[in-house]
């Protein structure tokens, strides 16, 4: 049977580079001064949905993602990688953001989109680490959900099989579509770009992009190309409720924000043998650095 599969996508801050100014006065990430990546668990859910492709003839993959307009960048990683196509919203009134609002937008592009077997999605994302938007999805939509997934081990008749890595060992369910399902980063990496695909889809835009590229010479391209041609959504365009979205659809307030610099203020050389190194350990044990 083929599929229609929303992978839900989000571009992170990288948080391997964070610094001073990574967050602004109001509690909110400042996205401008770090440097985005693809959140490495959505690369998880999206090698979950490839996979499906691969081995069920006729399957569509499509990424929905919300942010400002750099993140159509998400969108052009996963047609690298063998998706179908994407969806961008973006608009000022979805800034700021939590894990309600957030959630509350995702389903109403998804109810937009309509046609849809199942939502795949990371366990969570690197900036949040809440692990809430797929779950509450899933309850905004009414359909169930398998979290924690590390392999989709098979879809027929209208039936999924799903194994879950849990804390203490491993669990395999089976349900019935639609389905949400969310991804563990211990399930196996996304595939790397594919070269066609990237020359194909390198100069893929939403409509946003193309005007700002309407002067050059590559504004001919997208009259005769329509797949270069990303979807672009705003509030309006989804049927939201702007008091639902953003800052003021967002019940969690950040009460304060403190910085923590480590520095470096003493050394110690250990003798190279066992006894010194089981000394340093309870002292670290005892100190609680460690245990």
């Not at 961008?88 to 046609?115: E, P």
């Not at 066609?196 to 391209?221: C, G, I």
């Not at 019940?251 to 190279?272: C, G, H, M």
Request: proline letters at 4%; hydrophobic letters at 40%; charged letters at 25%.
């Amino acid at each position: 049977m083929s599929l229609s599969i929303i992978v839900l996508a989000k571009q992170v801050p990288d948080t391997r580079n964070v610094g001073k100014d990574a967050m602004k006065a109001d509690g909110t990430v400042n996205r401008a001064a770090l440097s985005a990546i693809f959140n490495p668990e959505d690369l998880n859910a999206l090698e979950q949905a490839l996979r499906l492709k691969d081995t069920h003839p006729g399957t569509t993959v499509t990424l929905l993602t919300m942010g400002p307009g750099r993140a159509a960048e998400i969108i052009r990683e996963g047609l690298y990688r063998g998706a179908d196509g994407g969806y961008l919203l973006t608009d000022r009134a979805f800034a700021g953001a939590d894990t309600l609002a957030t959630s509350y937008a995702l389903a109403m592009a998804i109810r937009k989109i309509r046609d849809y077997d199942l939502i795949i999605c990371g366990r969570q994302a690197i900036d949040g680490d809440t692990a809430q938007v797929g779950p509450q999805v899933a309850e905004k939509l009414g359909l169930n959900q398998v979290t924690y997934a590390e392999e989709i081990q098979k879809v027929e008749n209208g039936r999924i099989t799903v194994k879950r890595r849990l804390e203490r060992g491993v669990e395999t369910v089976e349900t019935n579509l639609p389905l949400v399902v969310t991804v563990n980063g211990s399930a196996p990496d996304c595939r790397p770009r594919n070269a066609k695909s990237v020359q194909k889809y390198k100069h893929a835009r939403t409509a946003t992009e193309r005007q700002e590229a309407a002067a050059t010479a590559l504004a001919s391209l997208y009259g005769s190309r329509p797949y270069l041609h990303l979807e672009e959504w705003s509030v309006a365009d989804v049927g939201a409720d702007v008091a639902q979205c953003g800052l003021s659809g967002s019940p969690t307030k950040v009460k304060k924000i403190e910085n923590v610099v480590f520095q470096t203020k003493e050394s110690r050389t250990l003798a190279p043998d066992d006894s010194a190194i089981d000394e340093l350990m309870k002292e670290l044990i005892t100190n609680h650095t460690i245990g």
